[in-house]
């Protein structure tokens, strides 16, 4: 049978009196990446810190390749790479000295070390910054050296919490693209509460909302949670909008221009053969109808108020 990669069983941490996380369930068996989604102060943090041996949960078990991380730490360690949310950087350090620092730390092989290194400046693309002290890269080239000590020795998993956070767009895109290439070699947790993060790099997804998990699925099954409930009408011939509003169904009207039209409509009603039929009998000339997909807000927006009913 095939060990997981992570497995976690019944997680639950209380800080004095309150729950911070209760009852977090969920296992990797493969390689690829899996977005941990849910707003500030969720608990994806104390989530993380316990998976990576920060912190030590008050309840449920976490295990890594099969080794219970709370009763083996340092060999349950050796399998993963964590990037906290301040990456751990000695800003007084160049590229090249901070990272054989944390290759030792690693306990990467003497005679290794120097090519581990190299690996991994290579892979991060910061090779041409290995001389340059910490404090005088921007903020997208300290993520980057971030990521690279969070991957040096080659762990199975790697923890990402909130890694694009503070980018400006185009470092943005860099990241994402070197969290896509790990993604490509060993499992990934990629934590954020931003929903475009997650949905750019991620084909699954976990969403912890007040402490609990309120969704575990694809990508795509996230995106859809929320059933459309409006469409675009492009019509030549469109009527007034009172005589729209006035379909049964329909619950509000925008016109955008002349000839386009947003419908909002009640979700179980099958508004489109009745927005046909009608141009057809009345000479609207309809020339497409298009159904618009709800979009990643609105849905974080109705789980996240599932769990405060």
């Known amino acids: 049978m095939k060990q997981s990669i992570v497995k976690i069983e019944n997680l639950s941490h209380r800080y004095s009196r309150d729950w911070a996380i209760r009852d977090i369930n969920f296992e990797i068996d493969k390689v690829g990446i899996l977005g941990l989604l849910g707003s500030n102060g969720a608990g994806k943090s104390t989530t993380m810190n316990i998976l990576c041996g920060v912190l030590n949960q008050t309840e449920g078990n976490v295990y890594i390749d099969g080794i219970d991380i709370r009763q083996q730490p340092e060999e349950a360690k050796k399998l993963l790479g964590f990037l906290p949310q301040n990456a751990p950087l000695h800003l007084d350090l160049t590229v090249e000295e901070y990272l054989v620092y944390c290759a030792g730390i690693r306990n990467i092989a003497q ?10 400046m290579d892979k991060c693309g910061v090779t041409h910054f290995a001389k340059r002290l910490l404090r005088n890269l921007s903020g997208g080239y300290r993520q980057r050296v971030g990521i690279a000590q969070a991957i040096i020795h ?18 943005i895109l860099e990241v994402r693209k070197l969290i896509r290439e790990i993604g490509e070699e060993r499992a990934v947790i990629f934590s954020t509460h931003i929903l475009s993060e997650v949905q750019a790099i991620c084909k699954d997804i976990k969403m912890i909302e007040s402490g609990r998990m309120v969704f575990s699925d694809t990508m795509d099954a996230f995106n859809n949670y929320i059933m459309p409930d409006t469409m675009l009408v492009f019509m030549d011939n469109p009527p007034p909008a009172d005589e729209l509003g006035a379909i049964p169904g329909i619950t509000g009207v925008e016109l955008l221009n002349d000839r386009s039209i947003r419908l909002r409509f009640r979700a179980s009603t099958d508004i489109s053969k009745q927005i046909i039929t009608m141009s057809v009998q009345r000479g609207w000339e309809l020339k497409e109808i298009m159904l618009e997909k709800s979009s990643l807000d609105e849905v974080f927006s109705q789980l996240s108020n599932k769990t405060s009913r």
Request: hydrophobic share 35%; aromatic share 0%.
């Open 111 to 120: 005679d290794q070390i120097k090519q581990a290194v190299a690996d991994v």
């Open 154 to 171: 080659k762990p199975k998993l790697v923890v990402l919490d909130e890694p694009t956070n503070g980018l400006d767009p185009n470092q």
